[in-house]
């Protein structure tokens, strides 16, 4: 596994330019979660950048029926990896393959890249933010509005666990 430096700059998070919509719901990104010394990532287009309690912070989701949540439940540290459109074939193949049934990470050449302070992102990613977990809840269908939202997202009512993270560094594609 690569180590961070050789590969990225470590960037001030009020100095990153990002379109924040069109590289979260367009773009998608990578959600890797550390358990110990496994991890597990998974494709997400859905989740927003922010400032709470007076720090920069990702709010990401994650299904409970998924491989990573289990990852992500077990771990102090998670990381969300951008790419550049010449990767969609990695993230459509994470998204619609289980980590349980597949090693995702032979079967898409994605080189692991630790961080500095323990999660894992990728060589071939060009952002990656590093956070450390400071909150998570669960979706409550009784708080969504309207009912169609319900519907149209929660078919099998596999609602999302939310989890916010403080992030604690930027990686830059050096």
Not at 27 to 32: A, Q, V
Not at 63 to 90: A, W
Request: charge should be neutral; proline fraction near 4%.
């Amino acid at each position: 596994m690569n180590n961070w430096n050789n590969l990225f700059i470590k960037t001030d998070i009020y100095k990153i330019e990002l379109p924040v919509f069109d590289k979260i719901g367009n773009d998608w990104f990578l959600i890797t979660a550390v358990e110990l010394t496994q991890f597990n990532t998974m494709t997400a287009s859905w989740g927003t950048l922010g400032v709470l309690w007076n720090k920069p912070i990702a709010i990401c989701f994650i299904r409970p029926t998924r491989q990573t949540y289990n990852f992500m439940e077990d771990s102090d540290v998670f990381s969300l990896s951008f790419f550049e459109n010449k990767h969609r074939k990695i993230l459509n193949y994470c998204g619609s393959n289980s980590g349980r049934d597949v090693d995702k990470i032979k079967n898409t050449g994605l080189i692991p890249v630790k961080l500095e302070n323990g999660a894992i992102g990728y060589e071939q990613a060009n952002l990656i933010l590093e956070c450390k977990k400071v909150y998570f809840d669960d979706i409550k269908p009784v708080f969504i509005l309207p009912d169609e939202v319900d519907e149209k997202n929660y078919p099998n009512k596999d609602y999302h666990r939310m989890y916010i993270g403080e992030i604690i560094s930027i990686y830059k594609k050096a």
